[in-house]
């Protein structure tokens, strides 16, 4: 401010100077006071270059100048500087926050008071079929036009969710998404969606798991709890009492085994991965996979005029097959399951071979062939679903509980092998287990 002065007072005397010089006192005053205009013009020609500069604000073009109009000017030049700062900073702020809505699993639409898409993600482009770019500002009521959304959204009440098929759902791959609205802002709205398909499968797939638990464990306990009642209520020969409690003691049994198999499951389910530091000799588990299904072949067959035709490889041909990692109980389960499948499938008369065969890649292969009466193609994907049966009544006569292919399908998991069914109608089947090469070990050395 006192440069402004000292400038002005500069003017002044050298104006009013300059006048006395020309023409005494009247000119001195003549001078100072056309000095003074010419000042205040050169003032206000610099404050326009200023304003004009504030109007575009463009910092590289920053007008260059001394006093305070120069201060001004480089004042607002920080100002400037200092908002695209703040700027910039919000900006690149906006953009983590859009590209974390963007990495989400879950769709994500912000809309605007009137209900219009203001951005979406990606996944919630997918699950609706919007285009994130194009959609923009159309109203959401327009582009999901599923009714149960359009009265949820109608209603107003965002307390729950609502659960709407997929676009792409079809009967035989049913797709659900869930969609939950939550109010924020100024009359805004956040769409969440989320795929809950496997979650709903997993509900349905528990629902039905209890269902069946109790249908297996009932439909016997019904049974026994009648021959109970027959035999308090009724005089009945020591003859006749024998036969119920031999029938009684059946359905005991086979409860038993519903549970001991159920147990075995959430056995398999809670315990650790198996390592590779317990070896097992593999023609142990075949010798033990052949007592047993010849053990059971003698007990189905007990009455009938003929047996099974079983074989397996010889002894000797197995002790140079080396060893093989895991759980030794479990495997020898899994592959006596098959065995005794095979056993129990087949009629009285039949055959079942057994084999072990190596592989090129050092994997194995086991395989059980029989010649019983063979699966329907439609039901193979589903025989290690829990208590699926394809002819229950013969599962139930041989002691079947519908869980045996699930547990050994877990088995086989857990120790990364494979099982894989074919069977034609009439003829047969086939159940091959596939081994990887670093479960085993010897083949080489001894083979
Ligand atoms: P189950 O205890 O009923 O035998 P599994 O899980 O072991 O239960 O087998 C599921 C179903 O697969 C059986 O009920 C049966 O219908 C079918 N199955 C299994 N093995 C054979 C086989 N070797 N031949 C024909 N059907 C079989």
Redesign the pocket.
């Known amino acids: 401010m006192l440069w402004r002065i000292t400038y002005f007072l500069v003017w002044q005397i050298a104006g009013g100077g300059l006048g006395w010089w020309e023409a005494g006192p009247w000119g001195a005053a003549l001078g100072a006071a056309l000095a003074g205009w010419a000042w205040f013009v050169w003032d206000l020609l610099r404050g326009v270059r200023v304003l004009r500069w504030l109007r575009t604000g463009d910092l590289a073009d920053v007008p260059a100048m001394r006093g305070i109009w120069g201060e001004a000017a480089d004042r607002a030049r920080r100002l400037l500087r200092k908002q695209e700062a703040l700027v910039r900073d919000s900006q690149d702020r906006l953009q983590e926050i859009l590209a974390a809505l963007q990495a989400s699993p879950n769709g994500v639409v912000l809309l605007d008071a009137q209900g219009r898409i203001e951005w979406c993600n990606q996944m919630a482009a997918s699950q609706f079929g919007f285009d994130a770019q194009r959609d923009v500002m159309q109203s959401i009521g327009n582009l999901l036009r599923n009714p149960e959304f359009t009265a949820y959204f109608a209603a107003k009440d965002f307390s729950s969710d609502v659960v709407l098929e997929g676009r792409l759902s079809t009967p035989s791959r049913p797709v659900r998404i869930s969609v939950h609205l939550h109010p924020y802002g100024d009359g805004r709205t956040l769409l969440l969606s989320r795929d809950v398909t496997a979650l709903e499968q997993a509900d349905a797939m528990r629902r039905d798991f209890v269902a069946n638990v109790s249908h297996e464990i009932r439909t016997p306990l019904t049974v026994l709890t009648g021959f109970v009642e027959t035999l308090q209520t009724l005089p009945l020969s020591a003859d006749e009492r024998a036969r119920y409690l031999g029938m009684m003691a059946q359905q005991a049994q086979r409860m038993q085994s519903v549970v001991q198999d159920l147990l075995t499951l959430s056995r398999l389910e809670g315990s650790p991965l198996p390592g590779m530091a317990e070896w097992t000799p593999v023609q142990s588990l075949m010798q033990r996979c052949e007592e047993e299904g010849r053990a059971l072949s003698a007990l189905l067959t007990q009455n009938q005029p003929r047996t099974h035709e079983i074989r397996f490889p010889s002894a000797e041909v197995l002790r140079s097959e080396g060893d093989i990692a895991g759980v030794p109980a479990e495997l020898q389960s899994a592959l006596s399951?098959?065995v005794n499948?095979?056993v129990?499938?087949?009629p009285a008369g039949g055959s079942i071979a057994v084999v072990w065969e190596r592989k090129e890649d050092g994997g194995a292969v086991f395989s059980?062939q029989?010649t019983?009466?063979?699966?329907a193609p439609e039901?193979i994907p589903r025989?290690?679903e829990r208590f699926?049966?394809?002819?229950?009544s013969?599962?139930?006569e041989?002691?079947?509980?519908?869980?045996?292919?699930?547990?050994?399908k877990h088995v086989l998991q857990r120790h990364g092998a494979t099982l894989d069914i074919s069977?034609t109608l009439g003829k047969?089947?086939v159940?091959s287990v596939t081994f990887p090469a670093n479960r085993l070990r010897g083949f080489a050395l001894q083979g």
């Open positions: 399951n098959l499948n095979a129990r499938y087949t059980v029989d019983g009466p063979g699966i039901h025989l290690t699926y049966r394809v002819d229950r013969r599962s139930r041989t002691g079947g509980t519908g869980l045996g292919l699930a547990i050994v069977s047969g089947s159940f």
